[in-house]
């Protein structure tokens, strides 16, 4: 099992940033990658962005790609995403998630989340 606790999240004017984070414990030693995913009220959850845990390869969504970066600390066993130039449609709750090798071969889905961080951005 791996536990997840995402932080960062609040209240930002159009055109700032915040930084999420996310740590993690219980069998991280497993985590193949990680993922920031985004559900905004009436929409389908959607993955923003992801990170190799070795290697450090990402992903992002187009609608972030520019904008949002994400990185770990593999030491810390943390993960974060900047997001810059945030924008109302950006507003959204957010969730961390994680998956060992054995998920993304067989099913591709993340089994492990977070509670969720509410990111709002005012016009």
């Known amino acids: 099992q791996v536990q997840l606790v995402e932080s960062g999240g609040g209240l930002v004017q159009a055109g700032g940033s915040l930084r999420l984070s996310c740590a993690a414990s219980?069998?991280?030693?497993?985590?193949?990658?990680m993922g920031w995913f985004r559900q905004a009220p009436g929409k389908e959850r959607e993955l923003v962005a992801a990170i190799r845990w070795s290697g450090g390869s990402t992903y992002y969504a187009d609608s972030v790609k520019g904008r949002f970066t994400i990185s770990r600390d593999n030491a810390k066993n943390t993960v974060y995403l900047q997001m810059n130039g945030l924008t109302p449609e950006d507003t959204a709750v957010y969730y961390c998630?994680?998956?060992?090798?054995?998920?993304?071969?067989?099913?591709?889905?993340?089994?492990?989340w977070g509670q969720g961080t509410q990111v709002t951005v005012s016009s």
């Open positions: 219980g069998r991280t030693s497993s985590t193949y990658d």
């Open positions: 998630a994680a998956r060992s090798r054995a998920d993304y071969i067989n099913s591709s889905e993340y089994p492990y």
